[in-house]
């Protein structure tokens, strides 16, 4: 072995130093509560659950027609009072949005809605948390984008805002061909 | 009086061992299956948990599926698949072989045979230089 070529392996620690470090770099900046959907492209769950407004029971059906987003929320959930202005907003603008309150009590989700206003095209109870483990959901709040054909098209797990709608929404819409998505 | 006070240790413990273990099976292979099942199964709301550690409400609920599920007859494996198609492969600590894994799985091994190889190579060498100088002496 050559003089040379000993001088060039010095340096093999080093570069192994750096890819490592760029390996675990790209790592720090992943929000680890961003878990990959594993529902993502596959129909919603069946379901046979009643509504928090009329008392009917609701299917799967319901979720089928139109783009329309899931909200799982619960009176219990602080961060569902930080998003319910938006989804407020969001109903103003026309997207349809079904409320799945999870594991809750019934009575003050009513009194919620009376209180802060009521997004909801319609709300299926969950008490009991079984649609909630089905559609692989563990907080609130979450929101799911469901396509016409009923299927998850995207999941996204915390507060529901402006940035969130614009960075993962939007451009879905926008590529369906969708006017919610806004102007391309 | 020493060895009262550890036999009295042991009958105030009984209990308290006896009250976290609120799952009741018929059998204690079920038993058994459901404690290796909620240490394997990971919590997806306090990560770095299993269900079994964690006291978050999903981890409670993922517990009482596991239970309902292995009293209802399913086998391990379909407990575990029930959580994965629902939660993916993360919420499993034993996740399977595949593409995705690929790096967790062959990682430590690779970096293993990188090590051996540079410590063959550098005990090649110093044996190699070794045969230089005493060539030069001679």
Redesign the interface.
Known sequence: ?SKKN?GLWVF?PLV?FVALALLLASGLGRN??E?????AGKPVPGFSKPSLITGDTLTEERLTGQWQLLNVWGTWCPTCYVEHPYLLELAQRGVPIVGMDY?DEDDKARDYLARYGNPFSEVIVDAD?QL????????APETFLINPRGEIVLRHVGELNQRAWDEKFAPVLRQAGNPLGGPS | MIRWLLLLTLVLAAPLQAAIDIYQFDTTDQQDRFHRLTEELRCPKCQNQSIADSDAQIARDMRDRTASMIREGHSDQEVVDFFVTRYGDFVSYRPPVNERTAILWMGPLGLMLIGVLAIVMLVRRASRSAELEEDDRT
Not at chain 1, 35 to 39: D, K, M, Q, R, T
């Open positions: 072995m000993t093999l192994g680890p509560e878990l990959p959907s594993a529902l594991k948390g909630g483990l089905d559609l692989g959901v563990y907080g």
